[in-house]
C-alpha cells in the first residue's frame, strides 16, 4: 500500500528498475510521463513499445509493458510492422534526436505520411547523448560538442531541423506537438500532449508525435540546474513550443 | 488442386498466402517486383497487413516488427535491395524470431543489370550482416519448386525461430511454368512463449531484444545459435540427385544453373557417358556429406555457377582435395547453355585435371583460349 504521506512514487507502469540515466537527464522524467499516461489510460497491458539506439536503448527495462529494441533510427519501421498485424494493441516508439532526426529520417517522415497510427515520443536533447556528444542534426547553431568543437558553424555543418514544424505538414500527422521538460510547468503540459498523443491512436487519427526538448548535462558539461536554464533560454527560443497539428477530434478531448 | 500455368513470383506470393502470411513489406525492384505487385491486390482482399515501404531498410524493419509479434511475415528483393535488409537480417538473427525472405538474385555488383545470376550465394550463405549467425537458405530451380519451397520456409523459420531465405533468379521469377498451389492452409496464431503481442492480462511482460551487453551472455547466445545451426545441418539437408548412382563425373549446381545442367546431362547420358547431377536444395545447410561421400567413388566433380564460383569453395571443402573438381561459370547475369555444360563434360571425359590445380584458374585459362 501507498502510504498516505507519500510525496512520490513509482507509477504502475513502471517496473522496479533503478535508473541508468545520468543524474538531472530529463530521459528519466520523460519516461514517467509516459508511464503515468499509459497507466492513466489503463492500456499497459495492451501496449508494445518500440526502444531505439541511444541512452534510451534500455528503456525496455522500465516500462512494465511488453517491448522491442530497434536498430538505430528504425523504430518507425518497427513499430509499423506490429501495429499493422496488431491493429487493437497501443504502439509507442521511443526515440531520441539522433535516432529520429539523423539516422532515422527516411522510417520516421514515412510513418507519419502513411498516416501510421502510431505514437512517436521524440527526445531532442541537441546532441548524440550515448556516443558521446557529438553534433546531432537538431545542435544548436555555435553549439559546441565533441565532433563541432569551435561551435556548429551552420555554413559547413547545416543548420537544426525541426521535426515538429517538419512532420507538422504531412496529412497522415493527427497529432504533432513540442513541449520542454525544463520546469514543472512545462512538465506538465508536456504530460498533457503525451496523452493527447496516445488519445490520438486511440482514437485511430492518425500519426502522432510530441517532440521533448530535454537536457544532457553529462555532454554539455553543466550542472542539471544549469542544463535546464540551457533548455529554457536556448533551446525553447530555437525550437518553439506549441501544437503544430491538433486534429479536429483531439481538439475536443478535456483531459 | 490442378495444375495451372504460374509465373514464379506470383506462383512465389500465392504460395505465401497459401501458408498462412499475415503481412507482407516490400519495395519494388526488378525482377521480383510481381511478388510485391500480386500481394498488394492479394493481402488486403484477405483483411491482410500489405505495406509498401518507403525502401528496404523500412521493409526489413516492418518484417521484424511484425515477426516480433508471433504472425508469419515475409519480404521479396533483389540484391541491391537485399544489400539494404542486411542490418535488419542481422537484428532479426540476433533476436531469434523468424522471418522469410525472398532474394530473385541479379547481375552485380552495385546497380548491375536485372539478368538472372547466383552472384549473391555468398551473401545468403556465409552471412552478409554482421555478426555470428546462419541463415538457411533454399534454392529453387522450378516453378513447382519454388512453390514447395516457399511454404516450407516457413514452417523452417518457425521451427529454429531463424532467417529463412530463398534463393532464386529472373529465370524462375520471370518463368511461367504448370504448377500445383497447395491448399489454402488457415492462418494460425501460433502461442508462441517469447512474442511480444502485449500482456492482455494474461502474463508477465516480455522484451524482444538482440543486446546481450555483457559478452558472457552475449557469448552463450552465440553458443546457442550454433547448437542450433548444428541441429539444422543434422536434419534439414535437402538434395536432389540424378544419375547418380553408376556416375564417374558429378556436376554440382543449384537453382538455374542446376536446371541448365541437367540438359545436358541428360545429352551425355544418351552418349553413354556416365555423368551425374546434384542440386542443392538447401545451399545452407549445404549438402557436405553427400559430396564428402561421393568423392570416396567417383572420378571428378565439375561445379557450375552463374557467379565466379562461390559455391565451389563449399563442395572444395567438402571434397577435401580428394579427386578433381573443376569449375565453370558465367557472370554478370549470362545463363550457360547446355551445350556450354556438356562441352565441360566431354572435355572431362577424356582428360580431367589435376587435383592439385586450382579450378578457377583453369577455367580462366580455358575461356581465355576458347
Ligand atoms: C547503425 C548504427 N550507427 C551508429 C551507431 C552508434 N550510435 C549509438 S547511439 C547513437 C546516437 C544516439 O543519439 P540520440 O538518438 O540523440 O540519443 P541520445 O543518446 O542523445 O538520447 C549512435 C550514433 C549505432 N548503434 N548503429
Ligand atoms: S549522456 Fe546525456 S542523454 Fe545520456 S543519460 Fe547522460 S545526460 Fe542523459
Ligand atoms: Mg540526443
Known sequence: ?255 | MPKELWKGNEAIAEAAVRAGLEAYFGYPITPQTEILEYLSRRMPELGRAFVQAESELGAINMVYGAACTGVRVMSSSSSPGVSLMMEGISYIAGTEVPAVLVNVMRGGPGLGNIAPAQADYNQAVHGGGHGDYQPIVLAPASVQEAIDLMVLSFDLAEKYRSVCMMILDGCVGQMMEPAQMPEMRPVHRENWDWATNGKMGKRERRILSSIYIEPAEEEKMNLRLLNRWQTIQANEVRYKEYFLDDAEIVIVGFGTAGRVALSAVREARAEGIKVGLLRPVTVSPFPSEVIEQLAGRVDAFLVTEMNSGQMLEDVRLAVKGRVPVEFYGRLGGMVPFPDEILNEIHRMAKSKMAVNANPRDAWLARMATA
Open chain 1, 1 to 255: 500500500m501507498i502510504p498516505e504521506n507519500a510525496v512520490c512514487v513509482r507509477p504502475e507502469g513502471f517496473t522496479e528498475t533503478p535508473t541508468h540515466y545520468c543524474p538531472g537527464c530529463t530521459h528519466g522524467v520523460a519516461h514517467r510521463l509516459v508511464a503515468e499516461v499509459l497507466q492513466e489510460m489503463n492500456v499497459l497491458d495492451k501496449t508494445i513499445g518500440v526502444a531505439p539506439v541511444g541512452c534510451s536503448v534500455f528503456a525496455y527495462n522500465y516500462f512494465d509493458t511488453d517491448f522491442v529494441e530497434a536498430p538505430h533510427g528504425r523504430a518507425p519501421a518497427m513499430a509499423t510492422g506490429i501495429k499493422r498485424v496488431l491493429p487493437d494493441r497501443i504502439v509507442f516508439t521511443y526515440q531520441g534526436d539522433g535516432d529520429l532526426a539523423s539516422i532515422g529520417m527516411g522510417e520516421i517522415v514515412h510513418a507519419a505520411a502513411r498516416g501510421e497510427n502510431l505514437t512517436v515520443i521524440f527526445v531532442n536533447n541537441a546532441n548524440f547523448g550515448m556516443t558521446g556528444g557529438q553534433m546531432a542534426p537538431t545542435t544548436l547553431p555555435g553549439m559546441k560538442t565533441t565532433s563541432s568543437q569551435n561551435g556548429r558553424d551552420v555554413e559547413t555543418q547545416g543548420y537544426p531541423i525541426k521535426m515538429a514544424e517538419m512532420l507538422a505538414t504531412l496529412d497522415g500527422v493527427g497529432f504533432c506537438a513540442r513541449r520542454s521538460l525544463h520546469d514543472a510547468k512545462n512538465i506538465r503540459l508536456a504530460k498533457k500532449a503525451i496523452r493527447l498523443a496516445f488519445e490520438t491512436q486511440a482514437r485511430g487519427l492518425g500519426f502522432a508525435m510530441v517532440e521533448l526538448l530535454s537536457t544532457c548535462p553529462t555532454n554539455w558539461g553543466m550542472t542539471p540546474v544549469n542544463s535546464l536554464k540551457f533548455v529554457e533560454e536556448h533551446m525553447v527560443p530555437a525550437y518553439p513550443l506549441g501544437d503544430y497539428k491538433i486534429s479536429e477530434a483531439i481538439k475536443q478531448i478535456k483531459i
